[in-house]
């Protein structure tokens, strides 16, 4: 018998989060052992063959095992391995996939299967919103990151010279399996950029889940129950979220706290992940928005000290000057990144801005001479 929305079937201590949007209401199944639930989950929805699309690092550490629970569920699996890291997100490798998968004669009643960290999954969802008009998508996230931020709520896409994620689509998955043992084999530098997202959300609307993180983050990243809870909790925020403003039109750009400052500082070095992955990034833009909210008046100075403690004290960058080669960074050039960020309406500047810890709120028009003057102070910073 094949489990009904809602339905565990796994593990007790698995968490189930619902995201009610009618029609294409899905689950995302929080806990240790909740990719061993692949092939009956997949199984359920009626497919026959897997779009198994992972990178050639989480490839070497999973798919085997994946692709024989599919297997052993009655499912054709067509995987497709694409190199690891941000310069995935292209043209070319969103073609590459969808070559592979139309070659693999997927169906419109098929699944593609996105197993790896937030490239695989913005990459691979992408490939399911525009192969055959739309075939449907599991997200398997095998980061933190992943799986308390880009693997829920639909956001695809590929990355351009002007900018990251510039094309892409809203494309709900499914089903959604957030297994915390799989962030065990989790190197620390990908686990400490996943816990600024998770951080995020106490900062947006939540300043409890924020006091709470400063007291447990060792707790998360060890990975007992209180990683499990931050992973659920920040779904649970999430989820609340895109079910308000599903397609970002309103509230649902809180989530990108942080990330207009951060967005540009990864476009400044050209998305090499040697120098700074997407977390890292976030997490200097959520000290930046802090200051920069505090340095407005908006926000207690307190406040703005506390986050960035916060997030020294993980091992996290709360600095331009943090990132390898920031002295050749000029404000001129980050805020002309800031200009293609996807916020920007009639070509003024929207921030995601703070009146306090958990008080975040969405700031339409602001004057680019405030945030040049900002940028200068904290390019100032780097030989201090």
Known sequence: ???ALGERIGPSRQEIIRVPLGERAYDIVVGRGAIEEAGARIAALGARTVGLVTDGTVADLHAARVSADLEAHGLRVAAVVVPPGEASKSFGQLEAICDALLGAKLERGDVVLALGGGVVGDLAGFAAAIL??????VQAPTTLLA?????????TGINTA???NLVGAFHQPSLVLADTALLDTLPEREMKAGYAEVAKYGLIG??????W????WREIFAGGPERDRAVAQSCRAKAAVVVRDEREEGDRALLNLGHTFGHALERAVAYDGARLVHGEA?????ALAFRFSSRLGLCPREDAERVAAHLDSVGLP???????????????DLLAAMGQDKKVKAGELTFILARGIGRSFVARGIDRTEVQAFLDAELARRSS
Do not use: W
């Open 1 to 3: 018998m094949r489990p």
């Open 132 to 137: 055959l008009r739309g075939i449907r998508l």
């Open 147 to 155: 799986q308390v931020d880009s693997s829920v709520g639909g956001k």
């Open 162 to 164: 002007r900018g990251k």
């Open 206 to 211: 939540d300043a409890g889940f924020f006091r």
């Open 213 to 216: 993180c400063e007291g447990h």
């Open 282 to 286: 976030v997490a200097i833009g959520l």
């Open 318 to 332: 709360t600095r331009i000057r943090d990132v390898p080669g920031a002295e050749a960074f000029s404000a001129a």
